[in-house]
RNA sequence: CGGGGCAUGGCGCAGUCUGGUAGCGCAUCUGGUUUGGGACCAGAGGGUCGCAGGUUCAAAUCCUGCUGCCCCGACCA
């Protein structure tokens, strides 16, 4: 590809409408332009490297024996209606009439179409596993779309399904696809962690998320740095402390603390730290009474967590000021454990202060020196917070890292909750009706993109992983112009190299040199040859590579042979 | 949906408070000089100032309504 046939410019001046790095950079090189809220056109330099992602995740999903289908983006309600999503998805799924006033929906996703297919087309035991996968265009109304194509309304998606007769057949299936994705997201040169995830509303025994590692990533997530565990944040389990509670120094009293209601306020009046300290928190119980759970005073409470305890209303929910009065008779931020007669779970770590500051029950006082079994009975244990690093690892090995991350991938298995409703079942061995088992993998093939650049960039500009790069060499000419042997030994070599089956973008303008290299270092092209008399007379060639910024001069012969040996695929 | 903000040429912005008929930088086009890190000179084109009403002799500017977009929050197989 010639640059001096390609009429997209780049652009220097940031657009005001992007915030993170890669949605800048991806309108600055030309990737893409918005065409209207969180919906995007690609343009021909950002497609190809699109196209690289989905070309991997085809080999790879290939590979593991998936079959590729495309289904259709419009969807019958219909089949929404007898899954019990037409209800439960929300404003988030598109819908729409036809004109015969049919309802429609834009697919979110394509569970429905896809067990649909499988219980018209699957009769035996025989057929099975089966994996159908498809590249494909989606759609969801998100409430706030942002950061360019990482979080876009409309965005492209890799989703295959598996359907198997039993658990174990399910079990192997997902195993295969954890492989596949690993496989993917290695040969795509992205940092990335398998991640234990919430499997939500959908149930199932197993799901992982793949996050690729970056700053802006939306997700937080706790890593060991002893060994590959990852998990979740909401999922992450804090292990109780392994020192005993220190025993006793302090007697309790009473504190006046007029105004001071946050735990950053108590603890910098009374001169101890929030760790010191506990939070009691008032939530709604399941039984219309409210519970009490209690935290140091440095921990999050993790709503996941919390939900998941006996007696404990689902969702989460903080009682009101009038019962919270009702049940303690102080309001919040004066309540403490002691003499309370609700229900108390106490995290871990709270168990494990002594001598702690907590609020007294009563308006502008705090109660010091309490300590567990003497002022108080021992309260339930149970794992209520937030990881925080320093955390140790619940592999038993190494630290927890908060770090975050950018959800590329995940897969799960859904069980038979589409394949009961939808009635998807194949006749088994004995010639009875079975009820497949399905496991479900999504990858957001534009938000990879993004992903990508995230996390491979630099002040200056774009730095593709070879792999993703829209094409794999650039070459830049110096004096294009006036010098007809530049021209012509450039000529010469985006030929060769085209016959050598290199990916050329070929620098042709009559550009000035500065504008070249600006410009080469914003797209990123991972290797770079610049033609100039200099070099020509010589009979050499100078080499970048834009990820080591090294610079040097090769012989122009056996230039092909020499970038083979720079490609990192 | 709640809170905040923005809307002026392709992009980034000034002008709005204090009404007087639109300007800067980048980009684009023409000619010339330049050419190994975003050149310079001269010239040119391009805006019903988001839309609709209203006030006024006069509205980008004041008032009302609407629309779009951005940010924060709630939400997110």
Redesign the pocket.
């Known amino acids: 590809m010639r640059l001096s046939l390609y009429p997209i410019?780049?652009?220097?001046?940031?657009?005001?409408?992007a915030?993170v790095i890669s949605h800048q950079l991806m309108l600055r090189a030309g990737l893409i332009r918005?065409l209207?809220?969180?919906i995007y056109t690609w343009l021909p330099m950002g497609l190809r490297a699109l196209r690289k992602v989905e070309n991997i995740i085809r080999e790879e999903m290939d590979r593991a024996g998936a079959l590729e289908v495309l289904m259709p983006a419009v969807q019958p309600a219909e089949l929404w209606q007898e899954s019990g999503r037409w209800e439960q998805y929300?404003p988030?799924l598109l819908r729409l009439k036809d004109r015969h006033d049919r309802s429609f929906v834009i697919g979110?996703?394509h569970e429905e179409v896809i067990t649909d297919l499988a219980r018209r087309e699957l009769k035996s035991y025989k057929q099975l596993p089966a994996n159908f996968y498809q590249v494909q265009t989606k759609f969801r109304d998100?409430?706030?779309?942002?950061?360019g194509v990482m979080r876009g309304r409309e965005f492209i998606?890799k989703?295959a399904y598996s359907f198997h007769a039993d658990q174990d057949s399910l079990s192997e299936g997902y195993a295969q696809m954890r492989t596949a994705y690993s496989r993917m997201f290695e040969r795509m040169q992205l940092n990335f962690r398998p991640v234990r995830a919430d499997t939500?509303?959908?149930g199932g025994n197993a799901s992982e998320e793949f996050q690729v590692l970056a700053d802006s990533g939306?997700d937080a997530i706790a890593v060991s740095d002893g060994d590959d565990f990852a998990a979740n944040l909401e999922l992450a389990v804090a292990l109780p402390p392994a020192t005993p509670r220190a025993a006793p120094s302090a007697e309790q009293a009473t504190v006046a603390t007029p105004g001071a209601r946050t735990i950053a306020e108590v603890a910098a009046l009374l001169q101890v730290s929030p760790a010191q300290c506990i939070k009691t928190l008032i939530v709604d119980g399941d039984d219309g009474e409210v519970v009490a759970l209690l935290l140091r005073g440095d921990h999050e409470l993790n709503t996941v967590k919390a939900q998941k305890l006996p007696g404990i209303a689902n969702p989460l929910q903080l009682a009101s000021p009038e019962r919270v009065l009702a049940a303690t008779g102080a309001q919040p931020g004066y309540i403490g454990p002691v003499g309370l007669t609700c229900r108390i779970v106490a995290d871990h770590a709270a168990l494990a202060v002594a001598d702690f500051v907590c609020g007294a029950n009563q308006r502008d006082a705090h109660l010091t020196g309490v300590n567990w079994g003497r002022d108080l009975p021992e309260a339930t244990a149970a794992d209520l917070r937030n990881v925080v690093d320093g955390d140790p690892s619940p592999s038993g090995v190494g630290q927890l890292r908060i770090v975050r991350g950018i959800e590329v991938g995940?897969i799960?298995q859904l069980g038979r909750k589409y394949s009961q409703a939808l009635k998807a079942e194949v006749l088994d061995q004995g010639g009875k009706p079975v009820t497949m088992f399905m496991g479900?993998y999504?990858i957001g093939v534009t938000r990879v993109v993004a992903a990508a650049i995230e996390q491979n960039h630099d002040e200056?500009g774009i730095i593709w992983p070879d792999p993703l790069a829209p094409y794999q060499v650039l070459i830049i000419t110096?004096?294009h112009?006036?010098s007809e042997a530049v021209r012509n030994a450039a000529d010469a070599l985006y030929a060769s190299l085209g016959e050598a089956g290199i990916e050329v973008l070929y620098d042709d303008r009559?550009?000035?040199?500065?504008?070249k290299?600006?410009?080469?270092?914003?797209l990123g092209i991972p290797h770079c040859l610049?033609?100039?008399?200099?070099?020509l007379a010589a009979g050499t060639l100078?080499y970048?590579h834009r990820r080591s910024g090294g610079n040097e001069e090769i012989p122009a012969d056996g230039v092909v042979d020499f970038l083979r040996s720079r490609f990192t695929r």
């Open positions: 410019n780049t652009v220097k001046e940031t657009p005001s409408e915030e918005r209207a809220a969180g929300g988030e979110p996703t998100e409430i706030r779309p942002r950061f998606m989703d939500g509303s959908i939306e995940h799960f479900c999504g200056r110096m004096n112009s006036r009559d550009a000035r040199p500065g504008v290299f600006t410009d080469a270092e914003l610049v033609v100039g008399d200099r070099g100078e970048r």
